[in-house]
């Protein structure tokens, strides 16, 4: 992908650095002198699309000449209406692939001082992988060289890394919970019910290398303001997994939550759910708002800050967990409701861990992200979605 900037950032500075420091075309990065809209031109970007859905994403420059796989030369695209244009090019594109590439679709029109545009489309890496072109059923993929057709054995074999992409997002959400159920990392944390969230990136399962931890201190600077659960969080500092913001609390005693920033992009929030007093005569609950309020207002807008102070991609898994909550007793008034409600966790069910939500796209609204979220965790006492009153954010 373009190095410099993030996408939404990308501006003829950036475009001419690619020249003046000879970028070179690679697996994730590849230029175009010409937008071509035409038929055969639009086929040709559908399979350039699914090579790189199919791979590890990448970007698409149109409007750079190159010369031996080199950034040589700008060649301003001209069209009328190009933002329309491009919109209808997008749509046409994910419909050209099967299965549909939905979200991890973006584009981003420069404009030149000299009139004209270079136009970037991005394509993220798809967990729906391996695509196919639907006017030729082929399959591609793409190397440093360019594209490929997939032959029988690379189709086999993207099918199951595919099935496997879902079950190590799974395996790793379920290795962090239980260091969080034995509280041995990455700080001392209090006993007692837990609320986590972790964001896990895709591109996080599938890189090697780890993040500049220059970046990630930037990067987790959003992160001290997650308030999980509601507590407030210190500035962030280093520590083995990454970078970690913790619990505003003096001395060495266990802290109410925390926010960590891994080396590979992913993050975990633990926040304490503290019991609290409801009704008459009063009964210990635990209340949802506690935490649903500050994952909307809070959590979720922080994550998708640092994330694009860290420029990584869509997609993502997002998943919440409420842990060592067997037998409690959970309290909330239905907007509609006289009385408030108090029904009683399962005891079977020592803890709640939704399904993953697959996030597509980072501006998507952090309500809709929650209520999807946690509505497993109301389904086990009975609720088909949350019962917490957003006020203005309900929007």
Not at 26 to 39: A, E, I, P
Not at 204 to 216: F, G, H, K, P, Q
Not at 238 to 267: K, M, T
Not at 377 to 382: F, K, N, R, Y
């Amino acid at each position: 992908m373009i190095p410099f900037a993030r996408l939404e950032e990308t501006d003829e500075t950036v475009v001419r650095q690619l020249i003046d420091d000879e970028i070179r075309e690679s697996r994730t990065l590849d230029y175009k002198v010409q937008l071509d809209l035409s038929k055969d031109g639009r086929q040709a970007l559908a399979e350039d699309v699914c090579a790189f859905a199919n791979t590890v994403g990448g970007d698409l420059v149109f409007g750079i000449r190159e010369a031996d796989g080199v950034a040589d030369e700008v060649v301003p695209v001209i069209l009328p209406n190009l933002d329309d244009e491009l919109l209808k090019l997008t749509n046409s594109l994910r419909d050209a692939i099967e299965p549909r590439v939905s979200g991890g679709l973006l584009h981003q029109a420069v404009p030149l001082a000299a009139g004209g545009h270079v136009v970037v489309l991005r394509v993220a890496m798809s967990p729906n992988a391996p695509h196919r072109v639907r006017r030729n059923n082929h399959f591609y993929l793409r190397h440093s060289g360019g594209k490929e057709t997939m032959d029988i054995h690379a189709i086999r074999t993207a099918f199951a890394f595919a099935g496997s992409l879902a079950d190590r997002a799974l395996a790793w959400r379920d290795q962090r919970l239980a260091v969080l159920r034995e509280r041995i990392a990455p700080l001392l944390l209090e006993r007692g019910p837990l609320f986590v969230v972790h964001l896990l990136p895709l591109a996080a399962l599938t890189r090697r290398e780890s993040i500049a931890l220059d970046s990630l201190k930037a990067a987790a600077n959003e992160l001290q303001w997650a308030k999980p659960a509601g507590h407030p969080l210190r500035p962030p500092v280093v520590n083995y997994e990454g970078v970690i913001c913790p619990p505003r609390i003096d001395g060495a005693a266990p802290g109410p939550g925390f926010a960590q920033l891994f080396h590979d992009g992913s993050i975990e929030l633990a926040g304490a759910v503290t019991a609290r007093q409801l009704g008459k005569p009063a009964i210990s609950v635990l209340a949802p708002a506690q935490y649903e309020l500050p994952l909307v207002e809070h959590s979720l807008p922080a994550i998708v800050r640092a994330i694009a102070a860290l420029d990584v991609p869509p997609p993502a898994y997002l998943f919440v967990t409420l842990l060592e909550v067997a037998g409690q007793r959970v309290g909330f008034q239905r907007p509609d409701g006289q009385w408030p409600e108090t029904p009683v966790i399962p005891g079977h069910l020592r803890e709640l861990r939704a399904a993953p939500v697959y996030i597509e796209d980072f501006r998507t609204p952090p309500l809709e992200l929650a209520r999807a979220a946690v509505a497993p965790l109301w389904h086990a006492i009975g609720e088909e979605q949350t019962q917490t009153n957003f006020g203005g954010n309900a929007a």
